[in-house]
Protein backbone atom coordinates (compact mmCIF):
# COMPACT_ATOMS: atom_id res chain seq x y z
CA UNK A 1 0.00 0.00 0.00
CA UNK A 2 0.69 3.80 -0.76
CA UNK A 3 0.00 6.74 1.51
CA UNK A 4 0.02 9.79 0.03
CA UNK A 5 0.15 13.04 2.24
CA UNK A 6 -0.90 16.56 1.54
CA UNK A 7 -0.02 19.84 2.86
CA UNK A 8 -0.27 23.26 2.31
CA UNK A 9 -3.79 24.30 1.47
CA UNK A 10 -5.31 27.50 3.27
CA UNK A 11 -6.81 31.19 2.39
CA UNK A 12 -5.02 33.61 0.58
CA UNK A 13 -5.70 36.72 -1.11
CA UNK A 14 -6.12 36.86 -4.52
CA UNK A 15 -2.67 37.51 -6.68
CA UNK A 16 -1.71 35.49 -3.30
CA UNK A 17 1.08 32.58 -3.30
CA UNK A 18 0.46 29.10 -1.86
CA UNK A 19 3.10 26.05 -1.68
CA UNK A 20 1.08 22.76 -1.46
CA UNK A 21 3.05 19.30 -0.90
CA UNK A 22 2.32 16.32 -1.32
CA UNK A 23 4.78 12.97 0.28
CA UNK A 24 4.52 9.53 -1.04
CA UNK A 25 5.22 6.42 1.26
CA UNK A 26 4.77 2.80 1.79
CA UNK A 27 5.69 -0.26 -0.73
CA UNK A 28 6.91 1.83 -3.87
CA UNK A 29 9.77 0.72 -6.44
CA UNK A 30 9.65 3.29 -8.12
CA UNK A 31 7.12 6.74 -8.66
CA UNK A 32 5.99 6.91 -12.46
CA UNK A 33 4.67 9.97 -11.90
CA UNK A 34 2.87 12.57 -9.45
CA UNK A 35 0.27 14.96 -9.90
CA UNK A 36 -2.29 17.21 -9.17
CA UNK A 37 -6.10 17.71 -9.56
CA UNK A 38 -8.96 19.90 -8.05
CA UNK A 39 -12.22 20.03 -7.65
CA UNK A 40 -14.09 23.08 -7.35
CA UNK A 41 -18.19 22.99 -5.51
CA UNK A 42 -20.59 21.53 -8.02
CA UNK A 43 -17.54 20.70 -10.70
CA UNK A 44 -15.61 17.89 -11.61
CA UNK A 45 -12.22 16.75 -10.72
CA UNK A 46 -9.90 18.40 -13.35
CA UNK A 47 -6.37 17.97 -13.71
CA UNK A 48 -3.97 20.77 -12.30
CA UNK A 49 -0.21 19.27 -13.42
CA UNK A 50 1.85 16.62 -14.11
CA UNK A 51 5.48 15.66 -13.33
CA UNK A 52 6.98 12.48 -14.81
CA UNK A 53 10.10 10.57 -13.54
CA UNK A 54 12.29 11.55 -16.20
CA UNK A 55 11.47 15.01 -15.68
CA UNK A 56 8.87 16.51 -17.83
CA UNK A 57 5.86 18.19 -16.86
CA UNK A 58 2.36 19.14 -18.50
CA UNK A 59 -0.17 21.53 -17.54
CA UNK A 60 -3.92 22.64 -17.10
CA UNK A 61 -4.19 25.92 -20.00
CA UNK A 62 -5.65 27.49 -16.28
CA UNK A 63 -2.91 27.48 -14.63
CA UNK A 64 0.13 27.42 -17.01
CA UNK A 65 2.66 30.29 -16.40
CA UNK A 66 1.45 30.69 -12.73
CA UNK A 67 1.53 27.40 -11.02
CA UNK A 68 4.72 25.34 -11.12
CA UNK A 69 5.42 21.27 -10.21
CA UNK A 70 8.11 20.08 -8.82
CA UNK A 71 9.62 16.88 -7.00
CA UNK A 72 12.38 15.62 -4.61
CA UNK A 73 12.81 12.32 -5.68
CA UNK A 74 14.35 11.61 -2.26
CA UNK A 75 12.18 12.41 -0.42
CA UNK A 76 9.09 11.12 -2.98
CA UNK A 77 7.61 14.60 -2.74
CA UNK A 78 5.88 16.58 -5.44
CA UNK A 79 5.18 20.53 -4.77
CA UNK A 80 2.94 22.72 -6.65
CA UNK A 81 3.66 26.95 -6.40
CA UNK A 82 0.72 28.59 -6.98
CA UNK A 83 1.28 32.40 -8.19
CA UNK A 84 -1.30 34.48 -9.26
CA UNK A 85 -4.13 32.90 -7.59
CA UNK A 86 -7.52 33.91 -8.58
CA UNK A 87 -11.03 33.19 -6.68
CA UNK A 88 -11.83 30.70 -9.87
CA UNK A 89 -8.39 28.69 -8.15
CA UNK A 90 -10.65 27.53 -5.33
CA UNK A 91 -10.96 24.05 -4.65
CA UNK A 92 -9.64 21.18 -2.92
CA UNK A 93 -6.59 19.92 -4.14
CA UNK A 94 -5.67 16.62 -4.57
CA UNK A 95 -2.61 14.85 -5.12
CA UNK A 96 -2.03 11.56 -7.29
CA UNK A 97 0.65 9.30 -7.41
CA UNK A 98 1.50 6.71 -10.10
CA UNK A 99 3.58 4.00 -8.35
CA UNK A 100 5.08 0.77 -9.36
CA UNK A 101 5.56 -1.73 -6.49
CA UNK A 102 7.64 -4.54 -5.81
CA UNK A 103 5.84 -7.11 -7.85
CA UNK A 104 6.30 -4.76 -11.04
CA UNK A 105 2.82 -3.55 -10.92
CA UNK A 106 1.40 -0.06 -11.29
CA UNK A 107 -1.50 1.23 -9.49
CA UNK A 108 -2.79 4.97 -8.89
CA UNK A 109 -2.85 6.81 -5.22
CA UNK A 110 -4.27 9.40 -4.17
CA UNK A 111 -4.04 11.71 -1.10
CA UNK A 112 -6.72 12.97 0.73
CA UNK A 113 -7.42 16.08 -0.35
CA UNK A 114 -6.30 19.80 0.50
CA UNK A 115 -8.19 22.87 0.65
CA UNK A 116 -7.16 26.20 -1.38
CA UNK A 117 -9.58 29.03 -0.95
CA UNK A 118 -8.56 32.08 -2.77
CA UNK A 119 -11.05 35.57 -1.44
CA UNK A 120 -10.21 39.08 -0.37
Known amino acids: QVQLVESGG ?4 PGGSLRLSCAASGSILR ?3 MG ?3 QAPGK ?3 FVAV ?3 GGSTDY ?3 VKGRFTISRDNAK ?3 YLQMSSLKPEDTAVYYCKADVRNYELKDYDYW ?3 TQVTVSS
Open 60 to 62: AGS
Open 51 to 53: IRS
Open 111 to 113: GQG
Open 10 to 13: GLVQ
Open 44 to 46: QRE
Open 36 to 38: WYR
Open 31 to 33: INA
Open 76 to 78: NTV
